[in-house]
C-alpha cells in the first residue's frame, strides 16, 4: 500500500509574533491570499482533518501566524488574510505588519502559496502583492482555490487568462496548482511537490 503523505497533523502555536513562532529549524510552508479565498480550509483538505484550522463563511476569520506541524517533519502555516475592507485601519494596519513579518523575516519559511479564488478575474490587489513578493526576492507558488465552484471549461479558461495577466510582468511563473476543499482536488501533487522541495533541503 502507498505511504499516506500525511502521517499526522497537529496544532501547534497561534501568535502575532515571529519571535515566538517554533524555533526548531524545521521547514515551513504558508498559506497566504485575500480574506475568504479558502487558506483555512485548505489546510484542513490537505492535512485530512476538517476542523484543525478555524474556517468561516464570513472573511477575516483568522487573525494570527498559525503552525501546524506535519509528520514531526515540516510546518503548514496559516496566515490572516488580505485585503478585507470591513475592517478598522488600525486593525488592517496591525495585521498587515504580522504578514509582512512573517512573509519578509521568517527564516524558516522555506515557500509562500499564494492563494486565488479561481472564479474571480485577475484582481489589483493580488497583482499588487505578486509585485511585492517580487521586489523582495520571496520564492512562491500559485494555488487556485474553489475549482469546484466552476465548470471544467470556465475553469481553464480563468487560469489561463490568469497566467496571461502574470506573464506581461513575469518572464516565467512559479508551479500552479489548483484545488478545491470540497472535492480534495489537488491534494496529492500540494502534497508531492512540498515532499519534493523538503528532499532538496
Ligand atoms: P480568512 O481567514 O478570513 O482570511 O479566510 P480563509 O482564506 O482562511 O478562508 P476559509 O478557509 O475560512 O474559507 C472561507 C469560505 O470559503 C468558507 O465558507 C469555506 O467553506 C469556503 N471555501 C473554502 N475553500 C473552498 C472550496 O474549495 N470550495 C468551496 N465550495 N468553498 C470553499
Ligand atoms: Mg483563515
Not at 526548531?24 to 482533518?49: C, Q, W
Not at 484550522?53 to 506541524?69: D, E, R, V
Not at 494596519?93 to 485577475?122: G, N, W
Request: charge should be neutral.
Amino acid at each position: 500500500m502507498k505511504k499516506p503523505l500525511v502521517k499526522n497533523a497537529r496544532f501547534v502555536i497561534s501568535n502575532s509574533d515571529i519571535k515566538k513562532c517554533p524555533n526548531d529549524g524545521k521547514p515551513e510552508y504558508a498559506f497566504i491570499g485575500r480574506s475568504n479565498v479558502g487558506k483555512s480550509s485548505l489546510i484542513n483538505m490537505v492535512t485530512g482533518h476538517r476542523k484543525l484550522a478555524m474556517t468561516s463563511a464570513t472573511p477575516g476569520k483568522t487573525l494570527l501566524i498559525n503552525h501546524f506541524i506535519i509528520n514531526d517533519e515540516w510546518y503548514l502555516v496559516d496566515l490572516p488574510g488580505y485585503g478585507y475592507s470591513k475592517r478598522s485601519k488600525s486593525q488592517n494596519e496591525q495585521l498587515e505588519h504580522i504578514i509582512s513579518s512573517y512573509i519578509l523575516d521568517r527564516e524558516a519559511m522555506t515557500l509562500l502559496f499564494v492563494l486565488i479564488d479561481s472564479r474571480h478575474e485577475p484582481q489589483k490587489i493580488d497583482i499588487e502583492f505578486f509585485q511585492w513578493l517580487g521586489e523582495n526576492g520571496v520564492p512562491f507558488s500559485i494555488i487556485f482555490t474553489k475549482a469546484d465552484k466552476l465548470t471544467k471549461t470556465a475553469l481553464a479558461s480563468n487560469i489561463a487568462s490568469y497566467k496571461k495577466r502574470l506573464l506581461e510582468e513575469w518572464e516565467e511563473l512559479p508551479p500552479v496548482f489548483i484545488t478545491s476543499s470540497e472535492t480534495g482536488l489537488g491534494r496529492e501533487e500540494l502534497l508531492e511537490y512540498i515532499s519534493e522541495v523538503n528532499s532538496t533541503l
